[in-house]
């Protein structure tokens, strides 16, 4: 069933944890590009304790777009830096788009994303790897590998209707599915820290039956600056207990939804 969603405006979170080298990059190309999207956006730069310039470079920044800079005092991991961005963004925008902050990901595919939410055919939207015409340049192999591994585990354990690319942290989301979550979540709608938290994240829109798409992209690893922050094999082990935290949840009923207005005004009061 399709449920058209207004967009007017969208929020972009940025989880940043010393992205100096690279956050400014994304940060000019985002203002390019969304420049000729029919809608108005705020980016959110989550800094995540860095000890670098990131948060320097985003209060720059704000001074010629729409910025928003949330920082956390210590490292606290990724999970928190976009559980944190997700509740700032879904009070922001109709749409949520999350992307990582290594200039990796090129948002000139934001407008193709948002258009199928807009339109009501999906409530998350995944620029996948594994879709036809995606183009992956300069990954590590090891972290193909682990791609590949994270979705043939999910396509026998828990498989998810149209998703093939659990992993990847270029998504968008529905704003009024992100209120449902938290809603129905409690405070802590992620317990993950480690990078394990994008797949837990798409366990969490599961188990809540939201409906889910891809495209394809061209991920451009080679673009990348800085160094890498994952650590592959605790990766690995925290998609398994993951996969097991989530193994026996059924899928919630579906409710009549309130519109985005009124699940605001719920959870603020």
């Known amino acids: 069933m399709k449920t058209p969603t207004q967009v007017n405006e969208i929020a972009i979170v940025l989880p940043a944890y010393n992205e100096e080298k690279d956050l400014p990059v994304l940060l000019e190309n985002i203002r390019s590009k969304m420049a000729d999207m029919p ?3 705020t980016v959110v730069v989550v800094d995540d304790g860095s000890k670098d310039r990131t948060a320097e470079i985003a209060r720059e920044a704000a001074k010629v777009m729409p910025l928003k ?8 991991g990724l999970g928190e830096g976009i559980q944190t961005g997700l ?10 788009v999350v992307m990582d902050s290594d200039n990796t990901h090129n948002p000139v595919y934001i407008q193709d994303m948002v258009k199928i939410i807009r339109e009501g ?3 998350v939207v995944i620029a996948s790897r594994f879709q036809p015409g995606s183009v992956v340049q300069g990954v590590p192999f090891i972290r193909v590998i682990l791609s590949w591994g994270c979705f043939l585990m999910m396509k026998v354990l828990l498989p998810y209707r149209n998703v093939r690319d659990y992993s990847t942290g270029f998504r968008a989301y529905r704003s009024l599915t992100l209120g ?3 809603k129905n979540a409690g405070p802590r709608f992620l317990e993950e ?3 394990a938290c994008m797949l837990e994240l798409l366990l969490r829109l599961r188990w809540l039956g939201a409906r889910a798409a891809e495209i394809p992209y061209t991920l451009r690893y080679d673009l990348k600056v800085g160094v890498s922050k994952m650590r592959i094999f ?8 993951v996969v097991g935290r989530y193994w026996a949840k059924d899928v919630l009923p579906q ?5 985005l207005h009124e699940l605001r005004a719920q959870l603020r009061a």
């Open 39 to 41: 809608f108005r956006y």
């Open 69 to 76: 800079l949330v920082q956390h005092e210590v490292n606290q």
């Open 87 to 96: 509740r700032e963004g879904w009070l922001i925008g109709d749409v949520v």
């Open 121 to 123: 055919d999906a409530d």
């Open 180 to 182: 449902r979550l938290i």
């Open 193 to 195: 820290s480690s990078f």
């Open 234 to 241: 605790r990766t690995m082990r925290r998609y398994f207990t």
């Open 255 to 259: 409710a009549e939804e309130p519109t």
